[in-house]
């Protein structure tokens, strides 16, 4: 067990704060660390699983973060996507692990990945390595910022 991961569905529980994060990381069971980029995708099989994946992720551009109003994708947060017979685990974080807005995020991707047609269920796991910096951003996106 890392402690940094927390594997399960997001509920529509509230704010996930870093209590809540560290509470959850002591249930995580093994599985763990994924240090994909934003653009892999993992998958139990190819072409198929590879569509279902992309199909998946833009599904989770339709999740903003709510404080800098940017959608999960382009900000870096999610790390990879692996799809197996219509269950679906995606493997992300949050801009920082006291972020109020963590329990909106987490449960606005499990309910964007459960929207796709084929998904019958959809996990998100919730990693903090490797932690997020505005290096993830998507380069376009950055630069709007002025990043």
């Known amino acids: 067990m890392s402690d940094n991961d927390t594997t399960g569905p997001a509920d529509a529980g ?6 809540a994060s560290e509470a959850a990381s002591a249930e995580a069971g093994a599985g763990g660390e994924t240090a994909g980029s934003a653009g892999a ?5 190819t072409g198929a699983g590879d569509e279902a994946a ?5 599904a989770l551009r339709s999740v903003n973060d ?11 947060l999610v790390y990879d996507i692996e799809v197996e017979e219509g269950a679906v685990r995606v493997t992300m974080t949050l801009t920082s692990p ?3 807005a963590g329990g909106q995020i987490l449960s606005g991707a499990k309910n964007a990945a459960e929207s796709v047609d084929g998904v019958e269920e959809a996990t998100v ?9 505005p ?3 998507d380069p376009k996106i950055r630069a709007m910022m002025g990043f």
Not at 41 to 45: Q, R
């Open 14 to 19: 509230g704010p996930h704060g870093s209590a």
């Open 41 to 45: 995708a993992g998958s139990g099989e």
């Open 54 to 58: 992309e199909r998946i992720r833009q």
């Open 66 to 76: 709510p404080e800098l109003g940017i959608n999960i994708v382009d900000l870096g």
């Open 98 to 100: 006291g972020c109020p």
């Open 125 to 133: 796991n919730l990693v903090w390595k490797p932690f997020w910096t």
């Open 135 to 137: 290096e993830r951003i």
